[in-house]
């Protein structure tokens, strides 16, 4: 039982060093006009999406959701939205290609300054809900300032008159094309044998043998079709299988699945041409002498289904850049999390909660309260643990000490305490050395029977006192735990009640009746209540399934001790 009660004294100590252990919670919040944030966090850990090199300057979706954003709070355009960094300071290009507050859908592209690998920390902050600010604050808020410099052109299908533009609206389709509202992230081109083109271009255009990437998303209808063409590159789909082709060269792609988005990447640089499907590579080639990446540039040709964020660049991006940029649109939970936060409130890692409101709003007494029945809480817990590990200790051994007992032909076969250290901790056995002790005072043994009446009343009566001893120890510190039970919310009671009268006499003296002015005050109070609760609620459960243990425990000491005499007084009895 030392042992447990250096556990107990040990998890005790803890109730000293928890306001140290306990971190601060708070974080800054950017602009207190702004209501809420939603916090955006891109894993590149083993458990997300694994980078083994930072990125710079990635342009990343980013999806709004009633489940995510309030849009009741923000500007029905999103004109108050505001895109802050980790540091939750500096301002992050944005661009906003889609605002549904009808619906509750957005989605921003936003400039991420630097993607770290291998951490779940890399953070961004969508804020809004400020019905005050300006309309035109959020950045440049045009599709050019979120693209970086190596792009040479994105197309997004997001126009209202349906001809396809690029990123600085610059570079137009010939014509109209059919849009599917719903698509990738925002719209996207439907396409129906008839390709989008776009005439010949010297913004499109790359010199030979210069490095370039294309990369494009298809939902197939039917696997055939001719997806992008431009000069020596040429990206076919024939019965569902991926083909590339740069000038003479040619590389198999995989497979292409009908009805589901995919991600199509080529990449050409350094002597090397890569294809890319679902952001994993799918197959390479040398190249050598490629011409010009030159005039018109035509999508869809003989192809069914929908298209959607075409991109050129002007450098053969990573195998890492086009993993996250596959993962992130398409929205891949491994890598990105949110959350809405609301303001004022005091966030700690992974929660989202009001918490932080009630703990800012306690008063003094409340706080004296809730710190009392923090210590109770631990040392609730420490008594549960410590007795638990006893009992079931006690259990063990009485098991495997009674197996003994009851196999054993001779009553005082099994020996003394020191003989048999493995019964250490069997409470049955020490009654038996009690028993054995008494019978030794009355020298007992092989060469003498004869055990008296009045002797075995004494020794019985030895066995049933050392048998009261063993049950006060096993219910030792069980009344800490009734303590915390009758005591805890009665505790918490008392702060709340505290709190409340408090909050109403600062209204009393302000003159503030309003409800912004009562409710933190009110709730707050009622936390010493809930806190009370929560100590008394595990203790009750803790303590009935301890007493229940320690019941049967006690219980089978009472018909060991009656088992015992028996045996003795037939074997060493008298009337023998």
């Known amino acids: 039982m030392a042992g447990n009660r250096k556990i107990v004294r040990v998890l005790i100590g803890l109730c000293v060093l928890l306001p140290v252990l306990v971190p601060a919670t708070a974080r800054a919040w950017w602009n207190d006009t702004w209501k809420q944030r939603t916090v955006i966090t891109l894993n590149t850990s083993a458990a997300g999406v694994p980078l083994k090199d930072s990125l710079n300057n990635v342009v990343i979706p980013v999806r709004l959701h009633s489940g995510n954003f309030d849009f009741i709070d923000a500007k029905t355009d999103g004109s108050d939205l505001r895109v802050v960094a980790g540091d939750d300071k500096t301002l992050l290009k944005f661009w906003i290609e889609r605002f549904d507050s009808v619906n509750e859908l957005a989605v921003l592209w936003v400039v991420v300054p630097a993607v770290l690998p291998g951490t779940d920390k890399n953070t961004l902050y969508i804020y809004g809900g400020n019905d005050k600010a ?44 059919a849009l599917e509202p719903n698509g990738l992230l925002g719209q ?38 001719t997806l992008l063409k431009q000069g020596p590159l040429q990206l076919t789909l024939t019965n569902g299988k991926l083909d590339a082709k740069l000038g003479a060269t040619s590389i198999a792609g995989g497979t292409v699945a009908t009805a589901t988005w995919s991600q199509i990447a080529v990449t050409v640089g350094a002597g090397k041409a890569t294809v890319y499907l679902n952001g994993e590579s799918a197959g390479d080639a040398a190249v050598a002498n490629l011409p010009a990446l030159a005039g018109e540039l035509r999508v869809g040709e003989g192809y069914q289904g929908l298209i959607d964020e075409l991109q050129i660049a002007t450098v053969a991006r990573s195998a890492e850049w086009i993993r996250l940029t596959y993962a992130a649109q398409s929205a891949d939970a491994k890598l990105i999390a949110s959350k809405t936060e609301t303001a004022g409130a005091e966030k700690s890692a992974g929660s989202n909660s009001y918490f932080g409101v009630l703990f800012k709003s306690l008063t003094p007494d409340a706080w004296a309260i809730i710190i009392i029945l923090g210590v109770m809480f631990l040392i609730a817990i420490a008594v549960m643990v410590s007795k638990a590990l006893y009992i079931s200790r006690t259990a063990g051994a009485n098991r495997r000490f009674l197996a003994q007992f009851r196999a054993s032909e001779d009553v005082l076969a099994i020996g003394s305490h020191e003989a048999n250290a493995e019964f250490a901790e069997s409470s049955l056995y020490r009654l038996y050395c009690a028993g054995q002790r008494e019978l030794a005072k009355r020298s007992i043994g092989p060469h003498n029977r004869t055990l008296s009446g009045p002797s075995l009343d004494a020794v019985k009566a030895a066995v049933d006192a050392d048998s009261v001893r063993e049950n006060h120890e096993l219910n030792s510190m069980m009344v800490l735990l009734t303590i915390a039970i009758s005591g805890g919310p009665f505790l918490g009671l008392l702060g709340t009640v505290v709190g409340v009268m408090i909050t109403f006499a600062a209204i009393a003296a302000a003159g503030d009746v309003n409800v912004n002015a009562i409710a933190p005050g009110i709730a707050a109070a009622l936390l010493a209540t809930v806190a009370g609760l929560s100590v008394a609620i595990p203790s009750l459960f803790g303590y009935n399934y301890l007493a229940s243990r320690i019941k049967n425990i006690a219980a089978d000491m009472q018909i060991f001790i009656d088992e015992f005499v028996t045996r003795v007084a037939e074997a060493y009895g008298a009337s023998r």
Request: proline share 6%; net charge negative.
């Open 188 to 225: 996207s081109a439907r396409l129906a044998g008839t390709p989008i083109a776009w005439p010949e271009d010297d913004k499109l255009r790359i010199a030979s043998g210069q490095p370039f990437s294309v990369l494009l998303w298809v939902r197939p209808d039917a696997a055939q079709g």
């Open 134 to 177: 300006a309309a035109d604050a959020n950045g440049p808020g045009t599709a050019t300032a979120v693209a970086d410099a190596a792009t040479l052109a994105v197309f997004h299908f997001n126009e209202k008159d349906g001809i396809a533009a690029d990123q600085s609206g610059t570079i137009k389709a010939a014509g109209a094309t």
